[in-house]
């Protein structure tokens, strides 16, 4: 078994680390916040240098770019503790041109980087149902299958690495783009008294009824939006998948205008609400009271 190191232990990490731990690896987590979560048969560190000692894997599940930073080069200086030969396995959702130069840079320093971002919030995390979307050496992906399906259902290997990061981005922009697009139809629902509810029975037995859609129903019945996928980190993600999609040159009209609507509910307050709170602000656009 690999031995790994750890680093995040927000709502995602804490039950992905802990599910890799029952399922045998060697687990030692660490978080720049100071805390003691419930993590099972894993290890909690008070130190980087711990935390890493003897690693062969460093799993990162932080929240954004600056933050894997922050945890490589800056004040987690992870690069300059661990032996060459190590792979840092990104599972944080970060941009394409981010993700090749942090490889890049640990290329640089004897190390090799594979992008591992998940699809799935928190209960997924918890169930081990995760679907992983790598990209890196396809030799290291077959390595590291077992620890992903440690704590998913399915692991893709997409290709080279940044691979892995275009996809997810892909796939959160999808999820964004479907939750403002109900959202949009709900507050026209609830302002011309056909009621949002109703437009939620009437769709689920079309063929445009969707999973996501079932998990956000209670949010959206009871009008309470508790962080799940919170509302800022998809804005984020939509901001990054303007941004590479800009780099290849391909126009997105409806990403760009669902995007604006995300910077809209941040503006007016709703960053850490679920991302289904974009409804709120489709609601006050809409002129309808949520």
Request: net charge negative; glycine share 10%.
């Amino acid at each position: 078994m690999e031995k790994i190191a750890w680093i995040g232990l927000g709502t995602m990490g804490v039950p992905m680390a802990r599910n890799a731990a029952e399922k045998g690896f060697h687990v030692t987590a660490y978080n720049r916040t100071p805390k003691l979560p419930d993590v099972g048969a894993a290890k909690v560190a008070d130190s980087v240098a711990t935390t890493v000692e003897g690693a062969t894997v460093v799993c990162i599940m932080v929240s954004d770019g600056a933050a894997v930073e922050d945890v490589l080069f800056g004040s987690g200086n992870v690069a300059a503790q661990v032996d060459r030969g190590t792979v840092v396995v990104n599972m944080s959702t970060i941009g394409v041109e981010e993700t090749k130069n942090f490889a890049l840079r640990l290329a640089d320093l004897g190390l090799e980087w594979v992008d591992a971002p998940v699809s799935g919030s928190v209960g997924p995390a918890r169930d081990g149902t995760l679907v992983f979307m790598v990209g890196g050496m396809e030799s290291t992906y077959e390595r590291l299958k077992p620890l992903f399906l440690a704590m998913g259902k399915e692991a893709f290997y997409l290709g080279p690495v940044s691979s892995g990061a275009g996809m997810k981005l892909l796939v959160n922009a999808y999820l964004g783009t479907v939750v403002e697009a109900v959202s949009e139809c709900m507050a026209i629902a609830d302002k011309s008294g056909l009621d949002r509810m109703k437009y939620l029975e009437v769709l689920k037995q079309t063929g445009m009824w969707a999973p996501i859609l079932a998990a956000k129903t209670p949010m959206w019945r009871d009008n309470e939006f508790p962080q799940s996928f919170a509302l800022k980190h998809m804005a984020k993600d939509m901001g990054l998948t303007s941004q590479f999609a800009r780099s290849i040159s391909a126009a997105t009209p409806t990403l760009s205008n669902t995007l604006q609507v995300y910077l809209s509910a941040l503006a007016n307050d709703l960053a850490e609400q679920d991302m289904a709170g974009v409804f709120r602000e489709t609601s006050r656009l809409a002129g309808s009271e949520a």
